[in-house]
């Protein structure tokens, strides 16, 4: 029976997330399964990986082997690198102290290359929250000078009406006095 590390799809239409699973190569690709090792959620920024990696490192030395996507997966979780480490020492290339050192510091090496991406996304999360406060911010402030500007103008305007009406009614009441001085005396 040929064995195969593959993914199964799980989840809801547009927002998936996948099952890494050993299965028969004859099953259908959701279907019947010998053993789930891990999962892989791609919605996440990065990835979320839970894997089995004893498990998996298992079923490929006993001849299973993966599609591409498994592989890749596989690959950046370090278990395709501890199985070229383990042929190493089977072949007396190392000792089992070496691989392990050189597992460990590609392990860390990797898990500092992951943290500072989390650290990146975070910092430019909270740059884009800042600037599109500073840019709201900008908006009211200029929201806030034509409204101070429209107000003043209107301020004005019945200023400028009010000393108009005054100046009427003063021609009004001199015009008044006028016409009653001259109905007073008509000689003149």
Same mark, same amino acid.
């Given at each position: 029976?040929?064995?195969?590390?593959?993914?199964? *799809?799980?989840?809801?239409?547009a927002? &998936?997330?996948?099952?890494?699973?050993?299965?028969?190569? *004859?099953?259908?690709?959701?279907? $019947? %399964?010998?053993?789930?090792?891990? &999962? %892989?959620?791609?919605? /996440?920024?990065?990835?979320?990986?839970?894997?089995d &990696?004893?498990?998996?490192?298992?079923?490929?030395?006993?001849?299973?082997?993966?599609?591409? /996507?498994?592989? $890749?997966?596989?690959s950046?979780?370090?278990?395709?690198? $501890?199985?070229?480490?383990?042929?190493?020492?089977?072949k007396?290339?190392l000792t089992?102290?070496?691989?392990?050192?050189?597992? #460990?510091?590609?392990?860390?090496? +990797?898990? !500092?290359k992951?943290?500072?991406?989390?650290e990146?996304? &975070? +910092?430019?999360? #909270?740059?884009?929250?800042?600037?599109? /406060?500073? #840019?709201?911010?900008?908006?009211?402030?200029?929201?806030?000078?034509a409204? =101070?500007?429209k107000? #003043?103008?209107?301020?004005? =305007?019945?200023?400028?009406?009010a000393?108009?009406?005054?100046?009427?009614?003063? !021609?009004?009441?001199?015009?008044a006095a006028? =016409?009653?001085?001259?109905?007073?005396?008509?000689?003149?």
């Open positions: 029976m040929a064995v195969k590390i593959r993914l199964t *799809r799980h989840g809801k239409k927002y &998936s997330f996948f099952h890494i699973v050993v299965a028969d190569t *004859r099953a259908p690709r959701d279907g $019947r %399964y010998i053993e789930q090792i891990g &999962s %892989y959620n791609p919605n /996440t920024n990065p990835a979320t990986i839970v894997l &990696s004893d498990k998996a490192l298992a079923w490929l030395n006993v001849g299973a082997q993966t599609t591409i /996507t498994a592989r $890749r997966i596989l950046y979780e370090g278990v395709l690198l $501890r199985k070229h480490l383990q042929k190493g020492v089977a007396g290339a089992q102290e070496q691989a392990d050192a050189k597992f #460990a510091a590609w392990k860390a090496e +990797k898990d !500092a992951i943290v500072a991406k989390k990146g996304l &975070s +910092k430019e999360a #909270a740059a884009k929250v800042a600037a599109a /406060t500073e #840019a709201e911010a900008k908006v009211n402030q200029e929201r806030a000078e409204l =101070a500007k107000k #003043a103008e209107a301020e004005e =305007a019945a200023r400028a009406a000393e108009a009406a005054a100046a009427e009614k003063a !021609a009004e009441e001199a015009a006028a =016409a009653e001085e001259t109905a007073e005396n008509p000689e003149a």
